[in-house]
Each structure stands twice: as C-alpha cells, then as structure tokens.
C-alpha cells in the first residue's frame, strides 16, 4: 500500500463513451502526475499537477482532459478514445519543492488497465 | 529515441546468488538516477537512488553503482530471495534543466527461483 490510491482498477470503453480515472492520495504530497505505459514502450509522463495547477502538458491528445480539484485528488476525463489509447494509466504523487515539483521520488497508485474497443 | 537503455529484458537467478541489473544512458546530463520495482497489478515502487556525485550508494541488500564515465549504471542484489521477483525499472532526471521530468527504461523481469 502506496498511499495511491486509483479507481476503477480495470475499464473497458467503447470509442464513443465518457468516462473518468480517479486518483487520490493520502500521503500530504501537493504534486500529482498522470503516466501512461503501453507494452514495450518506457512509462510516458502525460500531465502533472503542482500545487493543483497544471505545470506540464507533454503533448497529450485532447481527447484525455485532467482535472485536479485540491492536492489529493486527480482525475483524468477521457472522451472519444482509440483503441490504440488502451494501456495501463498510472497516477503518481511527490512533494513539491519550492520552486518545482521533486520529480525524484514519486508513489506510485497502482494503475488502471483501460480497454477501448 | 530511448533515451534510459536496459537491454535485458528478463534475469533469471537463482535464490541467495547475486541480481545484477544493467541500465545505460545517453545524455550525460542526467545527474539523478533511480531504479523502482513493480509488482504485478501494482504501480512501480521506489527502491534505491544515487545521485550523479556518488558513484556506489548502498541500503540494505541492494547497491546501486553508477559509473558516469561509460554511463552505466547497475542495481546489485544480494542475497537474492524470491520475493525479489519483480520488473525493475531504471529512471533518470536531469535535476539542472528545463525539462525536469523522469526518462523511463522499459525494465528488466527478474525472476528469482527457489
């Protein structure tokens, strides 16, 4: 037990659905990052929070839309998927230092495996 | 372009022997260095760092040597013990930079057999 906690575990999406991941973590961290890890490619950074406000966007399609509401909590909306999008999606969390978030040591969530058909 | 190498995708070892892990890099701008573990059905773990001033740092049963001069760094494990099966990944930060985020490797399946 991290202290990450992610839900749904597993989701399964058609390409024309909406729906949510949800993170939240209990560890008094105040920066939050989305990963996405496909097979045979290295974990890919999507989107990080600090301080609740979005200071990293790498590219990300704008079909997955994040939202952090206070330090605990992230959510990534994802609206109209492809299937190449199916992958396990990993949040993370880490103290921020004063000027930029500590990249170094991140708790990791366990993941959500997506599915998109 | 991959960035953080480890080009053994899968170690076999067997119980109370030695794990020595691999990982290469190419930009010689990286001075943080961490290798996490994961699990089946959980997220990556953090397990050990060494920062790019030391060249061995050390906790527990796992060691950490990094030698900057070939980039290469490698995460020894010993005695080795079943529930050490686990992917390891090597990570690497550019603290100093603009882009401070973490470059992943693909990581390295140990398998650690009875």
């Known amino acids: ?117 | 372009d991959q960035q953080v190498k480890q080009n053994s995708p899968s170690l076999s070892v067997q119980e109370g022997r030695i794990s020595i892990l691999n990982c290469d890099y190419t930009n010689s701008m990286f001075d943080y260095f961490l290798w996490y573990k994961k699990y089946p059905a959980e997220g990556p773990t953090f397990l050990i760092s060494i920062s790019s001033i030391k060249d061995k740092n050390e906790d527990g049963r796992f060691t950490v040597f990094l030698n900057k001069s070939a980039k290469h760094l490698s995460l020894h494990i010993v005695p080795s013990q079943p529930g050490d099966s686990a992917v390891y990944f090597c990570a690497a930060i550019n603290n100093a930079g603009n882009n401070r985020k973490l470059i992943w490797g693909l990581g390295t399946s140990l398998a650690v057999n009875p």
Do not use: I
């Open chain 1, 1 to 117: 037990e991290t202290g990450v906690t992610q839900t749904p575990r597993h989701l399964v999406m058609g390409m024309t659905n909406k729906k949510s991941l949800k993170c939240e973590q209990h560890l008094g961290h105040n920066a939050m990052y989305w990963y996405k890890q496909s097979a045979k490619k290295p974990l890919e950074l999507m989107f990080v929070y600090s301080l609740e406000e979005r200071v990293e966007n790498n590219s990300v399609p704008s079909r997955f839309s994040p939202e952090c509401p206070n330090s605990s909590h992230l959510f990534l909306h994802l609206h109209t998927l492809q299937p190449e999008d199916s992958a396990l999606y990993l949040c993370a969390s880490s103290r921020r230092t004063p000027r930029v978030p500590t990249y170094n040591e991140q708790f990791f969530g366990p993941g959500t495996r997506l599915t998109v058909l």
